[in-house]
């Protein structure tokens, strides 16, 4: 029924969230991810929802809170910079238990840094950003398909547990051009009778973070903790590819796993016998299955776009006896298949 | 006893508002913020929107005035509940967000969002709580914190070379194209809370015949952090914001004039 259209990875997110029932867009213009929100000031008024391009990152985040506060699907996405300033209202919709959608579409940093594409934001996206005791899902997309994919299961995610969930494409994945199966518009939302739509024949609702006495507010994070075990429990995502006779295993995700894909060929072509592991929700970080795989396997390389973050992840997840190391890019600069290629030949020759 | 007098009563004269829940005030004796909400729980009786209002807390003193009215709210983050009331009114043109807001949080950390809030004509209202001082903190200062007044991070008085000039936020916002209703009331006499609820009343009716934005900003005692009795509070206001703060309507649209007259003739 859907047939395939070519699309960039951009606007693959605001097509999936459109198509996931997103009924409110807030965004800030920053590169590289303007593409979305210029498709978006067309597609949402034409679909009778809502868009507001804000003054800054801080009022679209606060308008996604407004939002789903009252009961909406709601998504804002920026790029690095502009992903620092969201995420006090990260914390805030966190604190509330409120589901929302936000895209990085990472770049070159710190500082302003440039438009390139990275994956410097990691432990900001995974580890918390903002303050206080919160994670949210963390989705990491590598193909155009799952730009749009991930974003409607984002959402999904989002509402099943009441919490934020964020989309970690990186610049050169939103600028990417690939074939894309368009999906089916999701027509059942859920129920959400605790949202503020007026107290018509209901006591009053009310969405908060807050108590005047500590004692007061324990519950509430409480209630956050055990929800978080759920999400470690239930909702791991990874992909292997080629580890059934694995003698060393690369660790990527987003466009370094691409890379790490064609590296992967041209090693195994040279007899090289080199497997794949790719966590694709990067909190929850797929612990168990790594620290399984590394009784089997006990090389492991790290490709990443930024100083060395997943690598932190993946070392904590394996055995002590596991050997890691990384190969990496940063600052806005692509990865190729080659430098994997170079680091593998130095670990296996 | 007293239960039975009030029984026999033929006519109620002055209760609780429907609007406001059975939950004690928790400001200090004297602190304006308990007037201004009890008039803002009033006006939503009189118009009969109990079930479509939404309260947007702000961080200050005020920040748990959702647990005192009787109807949905929520909290927003330090100055950011006028993007939060965008949002609501965005997506549900029938519900009726208002925001409630100190100083500190709408005119120092929250100026951007007040400001955009009033340039897009967001069809919202604003409740501005100026009582020129941080109550929540503490006491320091305000952005609207007189020149030469005591606050704990001007102890020798707000010395303009250091500190800046006071922000007159009605004067500012009015002259955005998108505002549709500002003005400026003052809780230091039971004629002055007449008056701010007329404007506070004009401002919903402006958002309810959705005209634009509405903002009022009411001047308010905070004797705890001026560091006088509750009565020379009102004195000090009178006295010293007066002056600085002049009273009156800063923006009055056509259409909210109309309005205006419509409930003259009524
Ligand atoms: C981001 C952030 N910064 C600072 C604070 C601390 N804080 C709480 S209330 C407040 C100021 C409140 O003053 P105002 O808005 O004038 O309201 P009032 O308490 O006087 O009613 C501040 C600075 C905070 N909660 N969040
Ligand atoms: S500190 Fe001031 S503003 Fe806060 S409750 Fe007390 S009197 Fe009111």
Redesign the pocket.
């Known amino acids: 029924m859907f047939e395939k259209t070519l699309m960039a990875g951009n606007i693959a997110i605001a097509e999936g969230a459109i198509s996931a029932g997103c009924h409110a867009y807030f965004g800030y213009p920053i590169t590289p991810q303007n593409e979305i929100l210029e498709h978006m000031s067309k597609r949402m008024p034409e679909e009778g929802r809502v868009f507001v391009q804000t003054e800054s990152e801080i009022a679209a985040i606060n308008m996604v809170h407004g939002a789903a506060a009252s009961g909406c699907r709601a998504m804002t996405t920026t790029s690095s910079p502009g992903f620092s300033l969201k995420q006090e209202g990260i914390s805030y919709l966190a604190g509330a238990n409120l589901p929302a959608v936000i895209v990085n579409v990472m770049r070159g940093g710190p500082g302003l840094g440039n438009i390139g594409g990275a994956q410097g934001d990691y432990f900001q996206a995974t580890k918390g950003g903002g303050h206080g005791d919160y994670r949210v899902i963390v989705l990491a997309p590598a193909t155009v398909q799952e730009m749009m994919d991930f974003t409607m299961l984002a959402f999904e995610l989002a509402d099943k547990y009441r919490n934020p969930t964020i989309v970690l494409p990186d610049g050169f994945l939103g600028q990417a051009i690939e074939p894309v199966t368009m999906r089916a518009p999701v027509t059942k939302l859920p129920e959400k009778p605790w949202a503020i739509t007026g107290a018509v024949g209901r006591a009053k609702n009310i969405i908060n973070s807050f108590a005047m006495e500590p004692i007061n507010d324990q519950p509430r994070i409480e209630l956050i903790r055990q929800k978080l075990e759920r999400i470690r429990q239930d909702e791991v995502r990874f992909e292997s590819i080629n580890l059934d006779d694995a003698a060393l295993v690369i660790v990527a995700y987003g466009s370094a796993f691409r890379s790490a894909m064609t590296a992967m060929q041209m090693a195994r072509e040279e007899g090289l016998k080199v497997g794949i592991f790719r966590p694709i929700t990067l909190f929850p970080f797929p612990i168990k299955p790594l620290s399984d795989l590394s009784r089997k396997v006990k090389r492991f390389l790290v490709a990443e776009m930024s100083f060395g973050q997943l690598i932190e992840d993946v070392r904590l997840s394996l055995g002590a006896d596991a050997q890691v190391e990384l190969v990496n890019q940063f600052g806005g600069v692509p990865m190729s298949a080659d430098e994997i290629l170079e680091a593998i030949e130095k670990i296996m020759k | 006893m007293a239960q039975l007098e009030y029984n026999e009563l033929e006519t109620i004269l002055y209760q609780k508002p429907e609007a406001l829940e059975e939950h004690p005030f928790?400001?200090?004796p004297?602190?304006?913020?308990g007037i201004a909400l009890r008039l803002v729980a009033e006006i939503i009786d009189e118009l009969e929107i109990r079930e479509r209002a939404i309260c947007v807390a702000s961080i200050?003193?005020s920040v748990n005035s959702y647990e005192y009215f009787n109807f949905d709210g929520l909290e927003s983050a330090h100055g950011r509940a006028p993007a939060v009331a965008t949002a609501i009114k965005r997506c549900h043109p029938h519900l009726i967000p208002f925001t409630y807001q100190?100083d500190g949080d709408l005119a120092a950390i929250g100026t951007a969002e007040i400001v955009h809030a009033c340039a897009r004509g967001e069809n919202i209202t604003t409740i501005f709580i100026n009582?020129a001082?941080y109550?929540?903190t503490g006491?320091q200062m305000a952005p609207t914190t007189l020149t030469g007044m005591y606050s704990t991070s001007t102890p020798a008085g707000r010395k303009p070379s250091l500190a800046g000039y006071p922000i007159r936020v009605c004067e500012m916002l009015s002259t955005l194209e998108g505002t549709a209703y500002i003005s400026r009331v003052a809780l230091h006499s039971p004629a002055a809370v007449r008056k701010a609820k007329q404007a506070i009343k004009l401002a919903f009716r402006t958002q309810l015949a959705g005209l634009g934005m509405s903002l009022v900003e009411v001047l308010?005692?905070?004797?705890?952090?001026w560091r006088v009795e509750p009565v020379k509070a009102l004195e000090w206001l009178a006295e010293n914001m007066l002056p600085y703060y002049p009273l009156g309507e800063y923006k009055v649209i056509d259409a909210v004039a109309a309005l205006k007259k419509e409930d003259h003739h009524a």
């Open positions: 928790h400001f200090c004297g602190c304006g913020h200050g003193c100190g009582n001082i109550g929540m006491g308010s005692p905070c004797p705890t952090n």
